[in-house]
């Protein structure tokens, strides 16, 4: 028998945060997170995403043993606002057993019911923000810090729930040494030119924190059109900015400016923490402190996180700009490799975006998608 438990205390919580570990323990392949960050992600007075959405974690039990977990979160901004009855759930993790996957499903779609939603979706977070997808594909290729590793057998539990894809993603690499210059040379000066725009390059963190508003101002803008994005409140900027600071490094950021000023497009690139995250173990001390700072000085793997181009200016050249700062960077820096984040598969303006740095998928992942009746 299954019994589910609502994670509300502290202990509970830890629980819910450290089950992935016994579940992936020794795999080469699963990237964990820092167990206090994660723990703060569910901590209401700590997360500003609890101001626009509601959240019930669960724990599952077989003989008192933990088997599984699940998150069921009501995002009301895209409720309300948006008129989407959505029911999402995200950081679902289960062992091998159809009955532990059906209990927690089956206790998602409880809640939405109770809730007047019409469907569930996920595994997704909070917002877009967040990590999205269980994966389908390459689970034989090492994971990011940004996106949820999973079992081979996760599909098929979903399936045989009867949960259908509702959103399908793709994941790229890209050699960045084979990358032809000269293209995005000639490309950056005609644009350039053409639109009276210029790149800049920040030099330190307070320099960044210039641009930052602007570039979650530009983000909304640029992401609008896709399906049921919720815009980021200004609590949850100053959370990011917060959370993530830490592990940007100011040389892989990219912007382009017209010449008002304004900013029309910009690039977030993380140095991969893969690996770094992996020795650390979940915690900074009393050694993962320097594995990270290690990897941010020394990596040779690039995630690029985010990439945003005003409505105005997309197809029409100018993330040449952005290439062209960033293979300048790279050859500096010693990046071989390239690796784009979750993007849904029919967003044609984003292939568009990629389309002469020769990527190449090597994972795939998507959301399900269950109606309640």
Same mark, same amino acid.
């Given at each position: ?121 996920? @595994?997704?977070?909070? %917002?877009?923000?967040? =990590?999205? !997808?269980?994966?389908? $594909? ?5 994971? *990011? &810090? ?5 079992? @081979?057998?996760?599909? %098929?539990?979903?399936? =045989?729930? !009867?949960?259908?894809? $509702? ?5 790229? *690499? &890209? ?5 032809? @210059? ?6 950056? =000066? ?184």
């Amino acid at each position: 028998m299954i019994s589910l438990k609502e994670a509300s205390s502290k202990s509970d919580i830890k629980k819910f945060v450290k089950f992935p570990f016994d579940l992936y323990k020794g795999s080469p392949y699963w990237v964990p997170p820092l167990i206090a960050d994660e723990i703060d992600t569910f901590d209401k007075d700590k997360n500003p995403a609890f101001k626009s959405a509601r959240m019930w974690l669960f724990l599952a039990y077989k003989e008192d043993t933990l088997v599984g977990r699940v998150a069921a979160i009501i995002n009301t901004l895209e409720v309300e606002k948006q008129n989407v009855k959505k029911m999402r759930f995200g950081w679902c993790d289960f062992v091998d057993d159809i009955e532990v996957s059906k209990a927690l499903i089956e206790k998602v779609k409880d809640i939405g019911r109770n809730e007047q939603m019409d469907h569930i979706e996920g @595994p997704i977070g909070f %917002s877009n923000l967040d =990590k999205v !997808g269980v994966l389908t $594909e390459g689970f034989e290729s090492l994971g *990011t &810090m940004v996106t949820w590793y999973n079992h @081979p057998y996760y599909q %098929s539990h979903y399936e =045989k729930m !009867g949960l259908r894809v $509702e959103k399908e993603y793709v994941e790229n *690499t &890209m050699p960045t040494q084979s990358a032809d @210059p000269a293209f995005f040379v000639r490309i950056n =000066k005609l644009v350039k030119k053409r639109y009276s725009l210029r790149e800049v390059n920040v030099k330190n963190k307070a320099e960044l924190l210039q641009y930052v508003d602007p570039m979650f101002d530009l983000l909304d803008l640029t992401y609008a059109q896709l399906a049921s994005y919720a815009p980021i409140s200004n609590e949850q900027r100053e959370y990011i900015k917060n959370r993530f600071l830490s592990f940007v490094d100011p040389e892989f950021i990219k912007f382009v400016v017209d010449k008002d000023d304004r900013l029309v497009a910009f690039a977030v690139v993380l140095p991969s923490f893969a690996e770094a995250l992996q020795k650390a173990k979940g915690s900074l001390f009393p050694f993962g402190w320097y594995h990270l700072f290690k990897a941010r000085k020394n990596c040779t793997r690039a995630i690029f996180y985010l990439i945003g181009v005003h409505p105005e200016y997309q197809n029409k050249g100018v993330t040449a700009i952005i290439f062209n700062q960033y293979y300048k960077t790279f050859n500096k820096r010693g990046i071989t490799t390239g690796i784009r984040t979750p993007e849904l598969s029919d967003n044609t303006a984003a292939r568009q975006i990629w389309k002469h740095v020769q990527p190449t998928v090597h994972k795939r992942r998507c959301t399900y998608r269950l109606d309640i009746p």
